[in-house]
């Protein structure tokens, strides 16, 4: 018996039609700016704060 699995990827994602797609990108795009400027370690009180 052969097993179909289906993974969800950021392929995928990519290209659904979400909703809120415009807002959402806006929202992860100043998160990785707040974390690349922090760097990683800090609780997400910190990230929360910054952003």
Do not use: H, P
Request: hydrophobic fraction near 35%; charged fraction near 25%.
């Amino acid at each position: 018996m052969v097993r179909k699995f289906e993974y969800w990827t950021q392929i995928y994602a990519d290209k659904q039609d979400f909703k809120y797609t415009e807002l959402t990108d806006a929202i992860i795009r100043s998160f990785y700016q707040v974390y690349n400027k922090l760097g990683y370690g800090f609780l997400e009180y910190v990230y929360e704060t910054a952003i």
